[in-house]
């Protein structure tokens, strides 16, 4: 666990948490002890009453659970861990003060990025076992082919005229 990325990542000011932070703090989790360790940080981050800070909590949690380096161990973390679940839905229903300059959007930013993140925790998208070429469902529910379908389909051709594929001409 990167604890100075992380409190970096998660600072209480309104500037967004510059992109770098996500992927350093997911190559750090390299072990479901790592993931459980960061998870245990950022819930405790997230109690805090500072919609900045709630906001980049969340974000962070939805990053990295995504992100490849993680492997899913992120994922499993939060949805194995009762009070992560808890903290993230009581986020999307918060309420904090109102701003007297920008009124509820911060509280508002709270609130979508809990939804998000728990769209992404429980998604399949982005598992380690999702690698290129497999099958996979498209809207209508019929199967699409990975792998090479769709890169030519009689024979190989080449740019340059008569290469000796198959369907040369001789």
Do not use: W
Not at 14 to 32: R, V
């Amino acid at each position: 666990m990167d604890k100075s990325a992380l409190t970096r990542a998660t600072d209480s000011t309104a500037a967004p948490t510059p992109g770098y932070l996500y992927n350093d703090i997911a190559k750090s989790l390299t072990s479901p002890t790592a993931c459980v360790e960061t998870l245990q940080f950022l819930i405790t981050r997230l109690s805090k009453n500072n919609p900045h800070i709630k906001r980049k909590c969340l974000k962070v949690l939805a990053k990295i659970s995504a992100h490849a380096a993680s492997r899913g161990m992120m994922k499993r973390s939060v949805v194995q861990n009762p009070n992560a679940i808890a903290a993230i839905k009581e986020a999307m229903a918060y309420r904090g003060t109102m701003d007297a300059v920008t009124g509820d959007q911060y509280n508002v930013e709270v609130r979508e990025a809990a939804k998000e993140c728990l769209e992404v925790v429980y998604s399949d998208v982005g598992d380690s076992g999702s690698g290129g070429g497999g099958m996979m469902m498209s809207g209508g529910g019929q199967l699409q082919g990975g792998g090479m379908a769709g890169l030519g389909g009689g024979g190989m051709s080449s740019a340059g005229g008569s290469g000796g594929g198959y369907g040369g001409g001789g």
